[in-house]
């Protein structure tokens, strides 16, 4: 259980906010302004309310202060997200941040400069998240995708001040809780992806949750050749062929079925429209590879979702960046989005190729909730406790803080 901000008296007071705007840039301006966008309902309704809101977050990686790294390009586009200025420090801390906000009238919204410009933050120093804690009143943390990370700003800045979910880790938090925590049964889960390799925690937690796991991509190939299947010149990690046995032996003990393409799409290059042909898994050629799955697998999934009230998607089908390599990806996530237009299915998907591949499908907006989360997404996919979101659960043993009583 974590308080949202519906808990929060915020009218006169500092409500530090951490968003993530780390967005994609060139040339000193942003390119994609997603992330931006879907912080602004926090960020508007604090202000409506009454509160000096001070957006905490990160730009890129830098190593200490780095002009290129600084978060002034993202003035403009935060002032259009919000409808109004922002205004800037150029530090998060010390005396500029501290005019900066000594400035600020009830309703404004400040922008500091990045926190990863002190290596403190990702040292989750308690000095330094004291000193941050020192700039506000309250803590909102909106940023669920840099909830994995143990930093100042993510984690011990919210065991400081009172504290609260945004809408934007509200949201999230409460799609993620249907999709695993306690969902509509069946639950299915689409899993694609080059590697079984970089998914092993993810497949181990979700053999003992859903009822139906769906392997797509590179990684399919891999469970196929487990089985003695032939698949060509086809990515795989035939190095991973007893673990994928030992996930498949997981899944019976946990009356969790597997299912693996039944026809693939093969091509001798992996190239845009290169001569491709369906194949049987039991007929894939030597000399080709395997690039998606095959119609009747596409058809005998969505028949297979049809039968779910619930589906959770991370990674595609197949090479969905090149044609026609999409199409099994196209179909299913077309199929799920129809499901979830009709009240019939609860669709939760994010991390990874997955909002691209869902996004070229035309179906992104579609889905009952798409993360940009990332790791975060996939973390807690995998069953592990983000240090983020734990920081702002309220304990049976005490009270939240948050002088609300809306918890």
């Known amino acids: ?14 409500v530090l906010v951490r968003a993530d705007l780390n967005v994609p840039a060139k040339d000193g301006k942003v390119t994609d302004t997603t992330r931006i966008d879907r912080s602004a309902a926090t960020l508007t309704e604090l202000a409506a309310k009454g509160a000096k809101v001070i957006i905490l977050t990160h730009f890129g990686r830098p190593k200490g202060v780095e002009a290129k790294y600084s978060q002034k390009l993202l003035l403009e586009p935060l002032a259009k997200a919000v409808g109004k200025p922002v205004a800037w420090a150029d530090d998060c801390i010390g005396p500029a941040a501290e005019a900066a906000i000594a400035a600020m009238k009830d309703g404004d919204t400040l922008l500091l400069e990045n926190v990863r410009f002190h290596p403190e933050e990702e040292k989750n120093d308690p000095a330094f998240a004291k000193t941050l804690a020192g700039l506000g009143d309250i803590y909102v943390n909106d940023a ?20 609260a979910a ?5 949201a999230e938090l409460e799609a993620l809780a249907k999709a695993l925590g306690s969902p509509e049964k069946p639950v ?24 139906y796991l769906i392997i797509g991509g590179g990684m399919a190939n891999t469970f196929l050749f487990a089985q003695g299947k032939s698949v060509g010149k086809s990515l795989c990690e035939k190095e991973m062929a007893d673990t994928a046995r030992e996930i498949i032996e997981k899944a019976k003990a946990a009356h969790c079925h597997i299912v693996l ?7 001798t290059e992996f190239a845009e429209n290169a001569p491709n042909k369906v194949v049987s898994i039991n007929a894939v050629p030597d000399d080709m590879m ?17 039968g779910c009230k619930t589906l959770v998607w991370n990674g595609p089908m197949g090479a969905f960046e090149i044609k026609p390599f999409d199409a099994a990806t196209n179909a299913v996530a077309q199929a799920a989005a129809q499901r979830t237009a009709q009240g019939k299915l609860l669709t939760v998907a994010g991390g990874g190729d997955t ?4 996004a070229a499908a035309g179906v992104e907006d579609k889905f009952s ?38 918890c």
Not at 355 to 358: I, K, Q, R, T, Y
Not at 375 to 391: M, N, R
């Open 1 to 14: 259980m974590f308080r949202t901000i519906d808990a929060l008296d915020v009218k006169g007071k500092r």
């Open 144 to 163: 669920f995708s840099t909830a994995h990370r143990a930093h100042a700003s993510t984690e011990a800045l919210a065991r400081l001040l009172p504290s």
């Open 166 to 170: 945004g809408r934007l880790m509200q």
């Open 188 to 211: 299915a889960a689409v899993v694609g992806g080059a590697k079984v390799s970089t998914k092993l925690d993810l497949l181990g937690n979700l053999v003992s949750r859903v009822d």
């Open 261 to 267: 393409p039944v026809d693939v799409v093969v091509a």
């Open 290 to 306: 395997i690039l998606d799955a095959g119609p009747a697998s596409a058809e005998a999934i969505i028949d297979r979702i049809g």
């Open 355 to 358: 909002v691209a591949a869902l």
């Open 369 to 406: 909730y798409v993360s940009t989360a990332g790791g975060a997404f996939l973390e807690w996919l995998e069953g592990k406790t983000l240090p983020g979101v734990a920081a702002l659960e309220i304990k049976a043993s005490g009270g939240c803080g948050c002088g609300g009583g809306h």
